[in-house]
């Protein structure tokens, strides 16, 4: 049983929600990661999205833009992130999933990719730029190694989208609650719980829910319609703002004040 699966089938047992957190490796270097990786998991998150840094990271915010310049300043890389999972996997066993864009994977090589991912201990990888109906370069090595595929559905998804996002992910699906980038927003969109009973009729696969969610308020709220939450962008941001002891300190506290109010 994959690290995902046992996950969800725990959290079932406890009618309780998975509280994903998502950080750049790399930002502002991958020893800071490694420590992060640690806390998250010690404040209370479930799963870890380690988003991969890229150039020209087209779905993503000016937080989270910034976070990708950071990292690829410090050197960071595919390469050198599998390294960092492979070392953290010594301590944690918390699931790790990869988020980024099909061009680093894609120069490193889909099979090779599926390979060493598995081989250092990361449990799914998701690519917002690639459309499940074009993913078969991804997901036919990912199934041969047991690399689990999360895709994205989105406000504007059709029937045939999310057939196809049942079909050919696993793992669970990324709901993306409002349209345009990743960034925090002030409200929960009104339609999103018939958005989200639309999606959970449609796939069998766990759905977690985040773009926009920045409080412990809206975190509860959209827990109460999803299996899970994803933050994003408001955690990121700390990385702007804080150094050192005081960033742990303000992570910390946060992550933790996020899973309380899920639980």
């Not at 680093?104 to 449990?123: I, L, Q, S, T």
């Not at 998701?126 to 895709?151: C, K, N, Q």
């Not at 449609?202 to 975190?219: D, H, K, W």
Request: with cysteine; hydrophobic share 40%; glycine share 8%.
């Amino acid at each position: 049983m994959s690290r995902l699966t046992a996950l969800f089938s725990a959290l079932k047992s406890q009618d309780s929600r998975a509280l994903v957190t998502f950080i750049t490796a790399g930002d502002p270097d991958l020893s800071v990661t490694e420590e992060i990786l640690y806390l998250l998991e010690d404040a209370g998150a479930d799963i870890i999205e380690l988003g991969v840094p890229f150039s020209d990271p087209m779905a993503d915010g000016p937080t989270i833009q910034l976070a990708s310049e950071r990292a690829l300043a410090s050197g960071t890389t595919l390469h050198s992130i599998l390294k960092l999972v492979e070392k953290v996997r010594v301590r944690s066993q918390i699931p790790i999933v990869l988020m980024g864009y099909i061009n680093p994977v894609h120069a490193y090589g889909y099979e090779r990719f599926c390979r060493d991912a598995v081989d250092a201990g990361v449990d799914g990888v998701l690519l917002v730029d690639m459309p499940p109906e074009e993913s078969h370069e991804l997901t036919e090595p990912a199934g041969r190694y047991g690399l689990d595929v999360i895709f994205l559905l989105t406000p504007t998804s059709d029937t045939a989208r999310i057939t196809a996002v049942d079909n050919l992910g696993s793992g669970f699906v990324y709901y993306v609650t409002v349209t345009g980038v990743t960034g925090t927003r002030a409200t929960v969109s009104e339609t999103l719980a018939q958005e989200l009973s639309r999606v959970r009729q449609g796939v069998s696969l766990p759905v977690m829910a985040g773009f926009g969610i920045s409080t412990p308020e809206q975190a509860a709220e959209v827990a109460q319609l999803a299996d899970g939450v994803v933050v994003g962008s408001a955690i990121v941001k700390l990385f702007e703002q804080y150094r050192g002891e005081q960033l742990k300190e303000q992570l910390h506290q946060y992550v933790s004040l996020l899973k309380e109010a899920i639980s």
